[in-house]
Structures are given as C-alpha cells and as structure tokens.
C-alpha cells in the first residue's frame, strides 16, 4: 500500500514538472509575442496597403488570443495537480513523510504562482501596447487624412508631422527599454529557480545531517552579530562626522 501511494505522488510530481515545464515554454513565446507586437507594427507603418495590416494585426490578435486560451488551461491543470497533491499530503497513512511532502508541495505552490503573475503581467502589458499603437495609428491616419484633403503641405501640416515623428521616436525608445527590463527579468527568473533549487538541495542536507544545521546555524548567527557590529561602527562614525561638522 505504501508503495502504491509513493507511485502515485511521484506521478503527482512528474505531471506537475510536465506542466510546469510547458508553461515555461508558452511564456517564453507569450512575452516574445508582445515584445514583437510594436515593432513589427512600425514597420508595417511605411506601407500604402490598408489589407496587409489589418491581416497582420488580425493574425497578432488571433495568436495572442490561442496562447492565452492554452496558457490558462495549462494553468488550470497545474492547479489541479497542486489540489490532488495537498490532498495527498493530507493523508493520514503518510504522516511520516509529511514535512518532506509539504516542502515540495509549497515549492510547486510557488512556481504555480510566479506562473500565474508573469502571465497576467504579459498580458496586461500586451493589452497596453496594443491600445497605444491603436491610438497612435488613429493619430496618423488622421493627420494623412487632413493632409490629403488641404492638397498642400502647411506648416500646420509639418507640425502635425514632427510631432508624430517624436511620438515614434519616443514610442521606440520606450520598446527597448520594455525589451531590456524583460530579458533582465527572464534572466533573474532563471537564478531564482536556480537559487530555489541550491536552497533545496541544502535544506535536505541540513535535515538529513543535523550537524550541518546547527553549523549553517552558527553560520547564520556569526554574520548577524558582525552586521550588527558593522552598523555600529558605521552609525557612531556618522554621529561622529555630524559632529565635527556642525562644530
């Protein structure tokens, strides 16, 4: 029987690796779609053809709208693991093993989390984009539209273009800091995963052989007392400093 349910909580794991592995994947691909969205939008500004950008538009809309749909049903299995494990560590015939279960169970909690919050902040920030080049596309059209209707070029007219011109200008910029903000945040996920599963590995240890504990422990303890000693030595120089100076 114990044999059955250790089977059956390795499966629990094994489908939420599964899950967890695949939303990874999505995600990646989710934000690379919102990060092309503006881009691959000016340069689709400089064409004469009004089909091609909407088509274009239209097919953008669509695979946001198909990834977002399979993003949420892979959420929502992930979720579901999740529930069958918490009910599974709840069982009284593994009570034994229970620390360990709950430890695991929480580290899949928090990666379901951070899951979750990338994808709604991808989205959000999709959305955004999407109504700002909406707008500024409105913006165009209406400046073309009262250009070709006066037949010359006013200096009403050059204004109107100018200021359009910095708006881009101004609308690049801001992609690329969009661009450099999400690779950092791609980059600091990674060591955080990485950092959770070093933090893991020790805990085990730590639990396993009660004297690398209690010198973690003592480890712990040494750096508080020299922080604490650092911030005095740090505070009385600027009580100090405050001194000489008004003196």
Known sequence: MAGGNSNYWEDLRKQARQLENELDLKLVSFSK???SYSSSRDGRRGENSDTTP???NSTQDRMFE???VEIEQLLAKLTGVNDKMAEYSSTAGVTSHNAALMHTLQRHRDILQDYTHEYHKTKSNFVTIREREDLLGSVRKDIETYKSGSGVNNRRTEVFLKEHEH????DRLIDDAIHIAMATKENMTSQRSMLKSIQSRVNTLANRFPAINSLIQRINL???RDS???GGVIGICTILLLLYAFH
Request: charge should be positive; hydrophobic fraction near 45%.
């Open 54 to 56: 909407l088509l274009n």
């Open 33 to 35: 779609l919102c990060t």
């Open 66 to 68: 198909a990834m977002s």
């Open 222 to 224: 040494r750096k508080r």
């Open 228 to 230: 604490l000693i650092l």
């Open 167 to 170: 708006l881009r200008n101004s």
